[in-house]
């Protein structure tokens, strides 16, 4: 059974950081492509980064200089570092698996797997 549980959201003040953790079991993690996405109230859902099996990452545009993504094939988890908040980073996160090594870039409808979701509130 596929399981992907996120933690480490919360609520910080603008330029704040928060590191996201996803806890996987049940997929061949280091042959999965990973991925971080989010959705903020009444707004589509928007990657923010991806890494791929071999470890190259995407990045949006948005988070790009501000988030980095990682993971430890040895812990089955995938990480996501947020630095220099903003109150348009707020949104639910979630962890996605796609069981391929490869990613495309950060398209949404590629992933079979999705967490719960943790979320992360930034105030002014």
């Known amino acids: 059974q596929v399981q992907l549980v996120e933690s480490g959201g919360g609520s910080v003040q603008t330029g704040g950081s928060l590191r996201l953790s996803c806890a996987t079991s049940?997929?061949?993690?280091?042959?999965?492509?990973m991925g971080w996405f989010r959705q903020a109230p009444g707004k589509e859902r928007e990657g923010s980064g991806t890494?791929?099996?071999?470890?190259?990452?995407t990045y949006a545009d948005s988070v790009k200089g501000r988030f980095t993504i990682s993971r430890d094939n040895a812990k089955n988890t995938l990480y996501l570092e947020m630095n220099s908040l903003k109150p348009e980073d707020t949104a639910m996160y979630y962890c996605?698996?796609?069981?391929?090594?490869?990613?495309?870039?950060?398209?949404?409808?590629?992933?079979?797997?999705w967490g719960q979701g943790t979320q992360v509130t930034v105030s002014s």
């Open positions: 996605a698996a796609r069981p391929s090594v490869a990613c495309r870039g950060l398209e949404d409808t590629q992933f079979y797997y």
């Open positions: 890494v791929d099996g071999h470890g190259s990452i």
């Open positions: 049940g997929v061949n993690f280091e042959h999965y492509c």
